[in-house]
């Protein structure tokens, strides 16, 4: 420990930074874990009143979930809500409720422990999933017994984040944060969070970014490095909690941060302008969504549509959601909140990272290389029709396209193709209305497509390029693996010179492509994609502005002479300060 009249030093810590934002305060420890409990052993003759300690329970929590979605509806708005239901279904789950029955009677052991076993078991078989989005899922699960725990602990006892002094604005860290509390937090007296655990992807980013507090995840050992009522620093653009900032480090942020504002004050001024070249080359400059919650964001960035709404997440979250009504019912909303804009729906890309359920038992060795997007649609018709009737059905209420991922060869798009017209004879047939002029798009994602891109733009509406993987699968770096991160580069010479090649069959065959992976969003990479002629970006909410900004700085034919320059070099590096050096020039303010 420091000396009293020395000032401990300053320590930066790095995670990911999930939602952007520079904030100040003290720090508080909150969360609680989902720990186990005592067990109790209880005579025969007790069982039922531990089965009624547990349906009070549920009871009670089931009223609490409802009164917080009522607040939160009220509060912060529908959108957020929407969690809660999720929350109900898992309190609700039949099978559970019959194990924590069946297990009070056979082991007599009391309620609390008798849930906390169940639950941990079905968490544990979550947990050894390496798939993100059951990871997610899990949160939720353990938030809500989280909540049953307490209620049997301590019926009518107080709920919300334990033990936290909200008397003065705080950055919060903690293990983990669960969606139920990151949408009630104060945000006037909570201004930004940082957490061990969590993902871009996971529900608490998705809401940090929406309520715009800063936050940072995964962080390494966070817990065991701060101390409450430590002054500290969240910047949540580049991922870190710096602890006892210098006054130096203060200053510097403040002047970031002015800069920021003005920045923010002027590309919002944008948000109602076209997106296009200093020499009036228009591009649509849309957003990617993982969830409708997303939409009221994506509307006030200024997006003209989505340019990718990726399906799984929101179909792995809930089985309930899978039916095809479900389905329609959440698409036809996107596309009516979207109006006058369009909504491009992708179908399931499980697989890879995001495992399909029937995958569970079977891990493949390469799952990457495996089965995942249209090659789990194809193999199971069924459920690729449910989607593609439901996508039809929303095309009747808004403007909506569809694309296919993942397509390495013709006959899986003819394939595709195929089953959607079948989709729409049997909508016709039943008088359901549809669009009959509905946009089909091929993901161009594989080199194997990419080579023969020629051959899917004679059969298509539009390309989406899914840069994400295209750069995965060209250069033989898996894209979730750290330790090759330093090779995922996408100014490697071979990716620019796919996606040039890509885009010119497109154009060759008048239709349109789009390119709707990270890149899209990367201000660094806008020179080349607008040098490569690239019709629309699909971005992450938060970079529209930036975006649109970017194109607006640049000449199209100047753009052009740029890809040619940078198709002669070599090596990524070199393309990359190529790069660097007409951002600096052009947009300074943005990097
Ligand atoms: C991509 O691969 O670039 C893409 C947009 O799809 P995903 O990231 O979902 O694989
Ligand atoms: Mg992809």
Known sequence: M???????????????GVSPGIATAVLQLTGEGFEEPET?????ATVAVEKERLLTALTRTREQITELRKAIDQTV???????????????DDASVIEEVVRTIDTQLINAESAYYRVIDRYLESLRRIADPYLRERAIDIEDVARRVLKNLRWP????????????????????????????????????????????????????ARSLNIPAVVAIHDLLEQV??????????????LILYPTEATVEEYQTLKKRERQLLKKLNKLRDAETATSDGRRITLSANIEFVEELPVVKSQGAEGVGLYRTEFFYLNEQELRSEDKQAENYTLAATALAPHGVIIRTLDVGGDKLWPERYEEP??????????????????????????????????GEVGVMFPFLSCIEELRGAIRLLDECKVELDRAGIPFDP??????????????????????????FSIGSNDLIQYTTAVDRVNERVANLYQPTHPAVVRLVRDIIDAAHRHQIWAGICGEIAGDILMTPLLVGAQVDELSVGAAQILRVRRAVSQLDGNLCRDFLDEALKLSDAASIHALCRGIAEEKYPELL
């Open 2 to 16: 420091a000396d009293t009249d020395q000032r401990p030093e300053e320590i930066r810590l790095r995670g990911i």
């Open 227 to 240: 101390h409450p009522g430590a002054p500290v620093l969240i910047d949540g653009y580049h991922g870190l």
């Open 40 to 44: 109790r052993p209880i005579p025969r």
């Open 156 to 207: 009518g006892g107080p709920q919300g984040l334990r033990g936290l002094d909200l008397s003065q604005p705080s950055i919060l860290a903690a293990h983990d944060l669960v969606p139920s509390d990151t949408v009630v937090l104060d945000r006037e007296r909570v201004l930004g969070f940082a957490t061990e655990a969590g993902s871009p992807t996971s529900h608490t980013a998705i809401m």
């Open 77 to 91: 708005g529908a959108d957020h809500a929407g969690i809660f239901d999720a929350h109900l279904l898992v309190l």
């Open 437 to 462: 002029d509905l946009e089909v798009g091929a993901m161009i994602e594989i080199p194997s497509a990419a080579l023969i891109a020629d051959a899917f733009a004679a059969e298509v509406d539009f």
């Open 364 to 397: 493949e060795p390469n799952p990457f290389l495996g089965w995942r997007g249209i090659r789990v649609s194809l193999a199971r018709p069924e459920i690729f029709k449910a989607q593609l009737r439901a996508i039809l059905r929303a095309s009747a209420h």
